[in-house]
């Protein structure tokens, strides 16, 4: 048997699968041979509700190239039957963490774990300059995983030591060829005012948290180009914070909710869309880490879990045991914090404030690739249909990053997701990965089983 597999795209792990599922895996190139999906639903996310039934679609040199019921394409096309399965496009996950090391593997195996489930776009939130030869990889297809957006390395309390140095640091990694800045807490008004004039001096967007002393509405009026978390949000809406600090306040603002006042949410979201922020909840620390309902011992039943090491699974673990050991830490108070933030995304979507999907993974109880699903479940109990959580990870990813990506439409990217239900009506379906088409090359249902156990059986032994 002939086999296709291109080995320049993949390394050490993926060589191993390579070893026993060469002959039995195809994997046809995107740059020499065309791929088509047969009597497939179409999700092309231009409409809710909209799906194109039993169509065909044709995708050749890594972009979409025909949809419809007959049409044309070569004889030696890799035909794969899509019958009874939906096609989606691929997902972007806006707030994702990859390794921060001089190594190369542990960052591939990462974005193995991502793209296996169908996250095709990713936007690394912890800088590194290793990430950089990552992303050049990538993008010259030495490497086959995601698309990768790249931060630099943190601005926070610590690394910038002062405003001149914050502003050196913004024109440093600028120069460095950084797609975004990353800010961390702990700037004071003085270093993100630095930060950030030079930022638009230099135009690089600046992405992330909200230092305390910063507070959400100067952030709003700064310009970001991305608030992650919700971060500063619930501390914005509290009345006076008085001399509280932020160890009192906690984690974007979990233990003040209560004193939060929800009439303030409209000038909240009508600030974010004027001056054009767009906002990536990451709810899912909330419904997971910080939630009451989500406890240790559920998480260790979780079968994901072997996809991680064993001293990660421990800290987090231990990370929220020390939260609800924490004597702030209140069962009802949490609880309202959790609607609260629900309460928030749902405001700001209604008002018109782009929402993109991110969930911060891997962070506590979120594995990379399974907790991007999680996010859009967690995205529709905040009052969002399955169809406006899928478009913060379609739609909206394309849109602000300004790709050819998040529609199925001819001439758009070949990132899609093949999978084995209806996500308008049921958006847990969207993790019934069948295959994904990643930059035009097919990963099959057993190419990706098999690239999950090898990571499995590295961690479980």
Known sequence: MTCHYRYSALTLLFLIITVITACTQ???????????????????????????SNQTIVIKDGKIA??????????QAFVIDGAGQYLIPG?????????PTDDLEPMKEVLFLFASHGITTIRGMLGHPKHLELRDKLRKGELSGPTFFTTGP???????????????????????????????PGLSR????????TAKEVKIPFVGHVSFGVGVWHAIESGYSSIDHLDGFVEGLVPDLGPMTEQQTGLFGMFVADKADASRIPRLAAGLKEHNIWIVPTQSLADRWFSPAFTPERFLQEPDIRYMKPETIKQWTDSKKTLLENPQYDTAKINNFIKLRRNIIRQCHDAGVGLLLGCDAPQVFNVPGISTHDELLYITRAGLSPYEALKTGTVNVGEYLHTQTGRIVPGAVADLVLIGGNPLKDITQTR??????????????????????????????
């Open 26 to 52: 195809t994997l046809p190139d995107s740059h020499t041979r065309e791929i088509v999906i047969h009597s497939v639903n179409i999700v092309p996310m231009d409409a809710p509700d909209h799906i194109l």
């Open 66 to 75: 025909a949809i419809g019921n007959k049409p044309k394409y070569g004889k």
């Open 91 to 99: 997902l972007g996950e806006m707030h994702a963490h990859v390794p």
């Open 154 to 184: 943190s601005f926070n309390g610590i690394s910038v030591t002062s405003p001149e140095a914050g502003a050196a640091m913004v024109r440093k990694q600028k120069q460095d060829g950084y797609d975004f800045l990353k800010l961390h």
């Open 190 to 197: 003085e270093k993100f005012d630095a930060i950030a004039r």
């Open 432 to 461: 019934n990965v069948q295959g994904v088409v990643l930059h035009g090359q097919w990963w099959s249902k057993e190419y990706i089983q098999q690239g999950l156990k090898t990571i499995e059986e590295k961690y479980t032994k």
